[in-house]
């Protein structure tokens, strides 16, 4: 990484700022990396190595706060004062903006929706299955590419790619279609609990899931069944910058 930095300053003749998206949160309390999916990077000061490394100061932040500021900086969200940014990729998770900033929070942990458990679950949902993270039904083994994969294996006993999953849904077949109808109904379940606790201007996906278009059109018509309001006026939108928004979003840190 200095390396990479140290390149781009010789190329350009620029001293440049440096900011950082990573998975997990640096712990407020200890100074050290928690939560990281990456997780040889859990109990190291990684930022101060870094910035021993380069020099000078280096501002870090989760990846789903990064997406979050770079589609609210410039991007699906430009100009909405509230955003929430969800990540539906190999895992599961989120991230506020406010006025194109990322919040924090007092644990460093604001927007882990993806371990939260489904909302108004069903009997059949329950318990749901095992995450990483310990607990049992948190919305990232319903709604990450692998959840949406188990969702349809243990269906209709065939494993197939979520790519593959969706297409056969567009093409007609009633299994598939019927799966990617239960992925519409727990991601509005979801959404709608955010909607009902943060009230965000719009809600921008992300990750490879994000990719499946009718969510934008489906979702929004289910999730007015749980927000507690008499119309839902919250948009919910694909990205602009897609997968470079992590990265564009932590070079915001500075702007
Ligand atoms: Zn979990």
């Given amino acids: 990484m200095c390396a990479l930095v140290h390149e781009l300053e010789a190329e350009t003749g620029a001293t440049g700022t440096v900011g950082i998206g990573m998975p997990g949160a640096i712990s407020p309390a200890s100074g050290v990396v928690k939560n990281a999916n990456s997780t040889w990077l859990i109990g190291h000061p990684f930022h101060r190595h870094v910035e021993r490394c380069l020099g000078r100061e280096v501002r870090v932040a989760n990846d789903a706060d990064?997406?979050?500021?770079?589609?609210?900086?410039?991007?699906?969200?430009?100009?909405?004062?509230?955003?929430?940014?969800?990540?539906?990729?190999?895992?599961?998770?989120?991230?506020?903006?406010?006025?194109?900033?990322?919040?924090?929070?007092?644990?460093?942990?604001?927007?882990?929706?993806?371990?939260?458990?489904?909302?108004?679950?069903?009997?059949?949902?329950?318990?749901?299955?095992?995450?990483?993270?310990?607990?049992?039904?948190?919305?990232?083994?319903?709604?990450?590419?692998?959840?949406?994969?188990?969702?349809?294996?243990?269906?209709?006993?065939?494993?197939?790619?979520?790519?593959?999953?969706?297409?056969?849904?567009?093409?007609?077949?009633?299994?598939?279609?019927?799966?990617?109808?239960?992925?519409?109904?727990?991601?509005?379940?979801?959404?709608?609990?955010?909607?009902?606790?943060?009230?965000?201007?719009?809600?921008?996906?992300?990750?490879?899931?994000?990719?499946?278009?009718?969510?934008?059109d489906t979702v929004p018509r289910l999730w007015g069944g749980w927000v507690f309001s008499d119309r839902v006026d919250t948009e919910l939108l694909p990205p602009v910058h897609g997968d470079s928004s992590g990265v564009r979003g932590a070079a915001w840190l500075w702007g």
């Fill in 66 to 216: 990064c997406f979050a500021v770079s589609e609210a900086r410039d991007g699906a969200a430009a100009g909405r004062g509230l955003v929430f940014g969800v990540i539906l990729g190999t895992g599961v998770g989120g991230g506020i903006a406010v006025d194109g900033r990322p919040l924090r929070g007092r644990n460093a942990i604001t927007g882990e929706w993806g371990h939260i458990p489904l909302p108004w679950a069903q009997p059949s949902e329950l318990p749901g299955r095992e995450c990483w993270c310990g607990h049992n039904g948190c919305l990232e083994t319903w709604l990450s590419g692998i959840g949406l994969e188990c969702d349809h294996a243990e269906a209709s006993g065939e494993t197939l790619e979520p790519e593959e999953i969706v297409a056969r849904a567009e093409a007609g077949d009633t299994a598939a279609l019927a799966t990617v109808e239960r992925y519409e109904h727990r991601l509005a379940r979801g959404l709608a609990m955010v909607i009902n606790l943060l009230d965000p201007d719009a809600i921008v996906l992300g990750g490879g899931l994000s990719r499946i278009r009718r969510l934008y």
